[in-house]
């Protein structure tokens, strides 16, 4: 059974920043992509952020600019480094790790990112 851990996370001030970590059960090099979904109250989850083995990544508009991706080898671990925080991105963010072959997905429990005044 594959676990990702989060870390990271909590309240902060609009234009600060944050880092959320996701580490695994196993290496996280064992996965294709990973990345990172948030869901705001009463809405759907939805695709922030993803970085491959080849450490290509992809950020959607709303974040490009602001958040990046990173990996600590020795700690085995992916960052997602959040800055210029606004109220709109406060939601639960769920890292997620995926593999094509088979085709698995899997989920952190999620964290909590509180961004107000």
């Known amino acids: 059974q594959v676990q990702l851990v989060e870390s990271g996370g909590g309240l902060v001030q609009p234009g600060g920043s944050l880092r959320l970590g996701c580490a695994a059960s196993?290496?996280?090099?064992?996965?294709?992509?990973m990345g990172w979904y948030r869901q705001a109250p009463g809405n759907e989850r939805v695709f922030l952020a993803s970085?491959?083995?080849?450490?290509?990544?992809y950020y959607i508009d709303s974040v490009k600019g602001r958040f990046t991706i990173s990996t600590d080898n020795a700690k085995d671990t992916r960052y997602l480094q959040m800055d210029s925080l606004k109220p709109e991105d406060t939601a639960v963010y769920y890292c997620y790790a995926q593999t094509h072959q088979p085709r698995l997905h899997y989920w952190g429990q999620g964290t909590q990112v509180s961004v107000s005044s």
């Open positions: 970085i491959a083995n080849d450490s290509t990544t």
């Open positions: 196993r290496s996280i090099f064992s996965f294709d992509v």
